[in-house]
């Protein structure tokens, strides 16, 4: 049980360290594309300024001839038509670094703030998965035990009652012998004798016939809790075994995920 607490001890530590590696991907995320906006907008103004550099050349000029090139294919039409396409593509890299900082960089932030609420959420039910798991190995520890206790008392008491049906049998046989060696006596003294020694021999083998009858039952109400005991154990160990594999196959994956 020690050992799979710190089992689970440490899978959550493995989920607190997940979540932070996953807010830290999403906080660079963030940081590279605040930084590329910035970039995206350096660049289109230093495109809009190159534009208006050369096209300013072109509204000054005085050359009429040149004026009139404009409007037909020629060099100069070609150099407008280029410098048309960089004020474009600045203003296309401003929208872009609009779209950055106005749509991207705030719903990183949001996925931000919902996998941490997300990763609260999953370690509570974590706790709670763990809890309910420890509840039943506990449960089962519990019933082990018992089963262990009362089966070492079901054993001990079938010992001493083998051992009062050999006292029993020792017992029986001793009288046996007793009367198979009487020596012969006088009628009277032959018959007092052997009063006596029934009366003592019967006496020994009642009194180990009760204490049989005692260790019998003994061993009997033992060996019913034994196997009481046992039943439950089985059945705590059946239902402990559903529910590490629920635990392990299915509730953790899902965790991790």
């Not at 996925?111 to 706790?127: A, I, P, Q």
């Not at 798991?133 to 519990?142: D, F």
Request: charged residues 35%; contains cysteine.
């Amino acid at each position: 049980v020690t050992e799979i607490r710190a089992q689970l001890v440490e899978q959550l530590k493995c989920l607190d360290q997940q979540c932070e590696l996953r807010v830290q991907l999403l906080q660079d995320l963030q940081d590279f594309f605040r930084k590329k906006a910035e970039i995206e907008m350096d660049y289109s103004r230093n495109l809009e300024k190159l534009a208006e550099r050369f096209l300013a050349k072109t509204r000054s000029t005085k050359d009429q001839q040149f004026k009139k090139d404009q409007n037909v294919l020629s060099p100069v039409n070609c150099w407008n038509l280029l410098l048309n396409q960089v004020k474009r593509e600045s203003r296309d890299h401003t929208t872009l670094s609009d779209i950055y900082l106005n749509n991207i960089i705030p719903r990183f932030v949001q996925v931000s703030e919902d996998s941490g609420r997300l990763f609260k959420k999953s370690k509570e039910v974590g706790l709670q998965l763990q809890e309910d798991l420890m509840k039943v190995l506990n449960e089962l520890y519990t019933v082990m035990k018992t089963y262990h206790m009362y089966n070492a008392d079901s054993i001990s008491a079938q010992s001493k009652l083998k051992e009062a049906e050999k006292q029993e049998e020792k017992q029986i046989g001793k009288s046996v012998k007793q009367e198979d060696k009487q020596t012969p006596r006088s009628p009277d003294s032959t018959s007092n004798v052997k009063f006596e020694e029934k009366h003592v021999r019967r006496s020994s083998v009642k009194k180990i016939e009760k204490m049989k009858e005692k260790r019998q039952a003994k061993y009997t109400e033992n060996r019913l809790k034994a196997i009481k005991a046992r039943n439950e154990y089985l059945l705590a160990l059946e239902a402990t075994n559903a529910s590490v594999f629920k635990y392990y196959i299915h509730d953790l994956s899902d965790l991790i995920d």
